[in-house]
């Protein structure tokens, strides 16, 4: 006879390199019951919005995640300057979509190798982050720095791409171009990595239409929903792509759609860089924007990005909220995981890219009566496994 039993996975575990916790009921090596227990990261990024000015937020708000700090920039740039009635130029709408395009570039590509890591495929994982060094390089080039760039101002960029830069940037898609090629054709074939990926992780198109998941995540359940295509920022009204979509539902379907978007990001960027307006870089922003409320949506390359600000007139935002993908993908989660081998865990988890101290927000709505509550530390956690378990 079977019995069932709870092994804890995290929160400091060796393929996580941050705080998140999941209690598994196992009934021999499969999974039958999944209790998350998140909020050991909670930094206040919000809260310190509330003092900090407009111009000040630009660089906290990179600093939310250091993988996608210019879609942060960019998200809370657009929000604000929606209240300042001010419109960027055309020539930074450009410069902004390449920004976005390279960190989809390098954030895929640290992810896939990150995927290798976890599944033991360690050459692969070695190869793709020395390949990612193209992207930082390029980074390093544009603006000085590889990690938070500064390069997003509210009416604007603050860096023009002279062309050296241009060169520099067709040059580097062409190396990496080669190289996600080679990787598509070697990930289709190794036995290990379908053995490990396919039919693993499963969420149904159903599921991942209720549970609300974004980006890859849903992308490779087979729904095309892409907020450069659906609602167009930016350049992208003026480009051509294709929203990429699997139907596999699976681990491997996430792997390839991540593959085929470092082409399709590639080709956004070539087309940029042959289309780039002239003229200037930036308009002069108002000392203070309007009253009112502004939201503003990107495709980060986790998912879908929703930063909104409220403001009363004054230098600083009276509100700044923000809902990152991993945060939406994590219900999705709880599906994935039900009936899966104990041992799938981490390559599940690891399959919606999570990124957990840019997740740490949580805001409980009660649908009868309105009552709004913040929660974060010890009472989130335990908030989240009543969630769930309902």
């Known amino acids: 006879m079977e019995v069932e039993i709870q092994i804890p996975v995290g929160p400091q575990h060796p393929a996580f390199k941050e705080p998140i916790n999941f209690l598994l009921s196992v009934v021999g090596e499969r999974i039958v019951q999944v209790q998350p227990r998140i ?28 993988i996608c700090p210019v879609c942060h920039s960019l998200a809370f740039s657009q929000g604000a300057e929606w209240l300042f009635e001010i419109e960027a130029p055309p020539r930074a709408r450009y410069i902004r979509t390449v920004m976005a395009e390279l960190e989809r570039l390098h954030s895929h590509g640290l992810w896939i190798g990150f995927l ?31 990690v938070h760039h500064s390069l997003n101002t509210l009416g604007g960029v603050r860096r023009d791409f002279t062309p050296a830069i241009v060169k520099a940037i067709t040059q580097g898609l062409q190396a990496l171009e080669t190289r996600v ?73 996430r792997l390839q759609v991540r593959l085929d978007e470092m082409f399709e990001s590639i080709h956004i960027i070539e087309q940029c860089l042959d289309q780039l ?84 927000r949580l805001q409980i709505v009660d649908i009868e009566d309105g009552h709004t509550t913040m929660w974060s530390g010890n009472a989130l956690r335990r908030y989240a496994m009543q969630w769930y378990q309902s």
């Open 39 to 66: 909020g050991y990261n909670h930094r206040g990024i919000e809260k310190a919005a509330e003092s900090r000015n407009y111009l000040q937020m630009l660089e906290l708000v990179e600093r939310i995640c250091g």
């Open 277 to 360: 307006p002239s003229g200037a870089l930036k308009v002069k922003a108002p000392r203070r924007p309007n009253e009112g409320e502004a939201h503003s949506r990107v495709e980060a390359s986790r998912g879908e990005l929703f930063h909104f600000i409220r403001s009363n007139g004054q230098t600083n935002p009276f509100r700044f909220k923000v809902r990152t993908p991993t945060l939406a993908n994590f219900s999705s989660l709880q599906t994935m995981l039900s009936n899966a081998h104990l041992a799938d865990v981490p390559v599940i988890i690891s399959s919606i890219d999570p990124c957990i101290s840019c997740c740490e």
């Open 181 to 253: 090629e080679h990787y598509q054709t070697v990930f289709q074939r190794e036995p290990t990595v379908i053995k490990r990926t396919r039919e693993v992780g499963i969420l149904p198109k159903e599921d991942a239409l209720h549970q609300f998941a974004v980006g890859p995540v849903l992308r490779a359940s087979g729904i095309p929903k892409d907020m450069r295509k659906d609602f167009p920022y930016a350049a992208y009204a003026d480009l051509t792509f294709d929203v990429i979509t699997k139907p596999g539902c699976d681990v491997e379907a």
């Open 116 to 146: 290798m890591y976890v599944l033991g495929f360690e050459a692969a994982f070695m190869h793709l982050w020395r390949d990612r060094e193209i992207v930082l390089n390029l980074y390093d080039k544009i603006n000085g720095n590889r």
